[in-house]
Nanobody, 132 residues
Framework: QVQLVESGGGLVQPGGSLRLACAVSGFTLDNYAIGWYRQAPGKEREGVSCIRASDGRSVYVDSVKGRFTISRDNAHNAVYLQMDSLKTEDTGLYYC?????????????????????????WGQGTRVTVSS
């Protein structure tokens, strides 16, 4: 049974850091991509970052570039999202999701959020609140 479980969310002040984890079970990461998405209250879900497990190539949307770092640990079937210099607009429910690694490419993530429909395994989410 495929399962993705997020952890690491919480309340943090602006400028602070959090590290999210996505634990994957039921399949090995080898030829998959893991994407991180978020949904703020009253807004549509948006992509944040993705990583290809086979070669470690990653994509970031412009709003998080330079502040967030995605990484993977294939041996432990886990993906992480290090979030630094957090802003209030980073608040939301963060999900990890899995797809064929084809769907983690810069041109797919930069201009729309339609790639989320190709990610067919999702976790339940972990809440991140950035507030003073």
């Amino acid at each position: 049974q495929v399962q993705l479980v997020e952890s690491g969310g919480g309340l943090v002040q602006p400028g602070g850091s959090l590290r999210l984890a996505c634990a994957v079970s039921g399949f090995t990461l080898d030829n998959y991509a893991i994407g991180w998405y978020r949904q703020a209250p009253g807004k549509e879900r948006e992509g944040v970052s993705c990583i290809r497990a086979s070669d470690g190539r990653s994509v970031y949307v412009d709003s998080v570039k330079g502040r967030f770092t995605i990484s993977r640990d294939n041996a432990h079937n886990a993906v992480y999202l290090q979030m630094d210099s957090l802003k209030t607009e980073d608040t939301g429910l963060y999900y990890c999701a899995a797809a064929d690694e084809f769907y983690c490419q810069d041109y797919l993530w930069r201009h729309s959020n339609n790639h989320q429909y190709d990610f067919n395994h999702w976790g339940q989410g972990t809440r991140v609140t950035v507030s003073s």
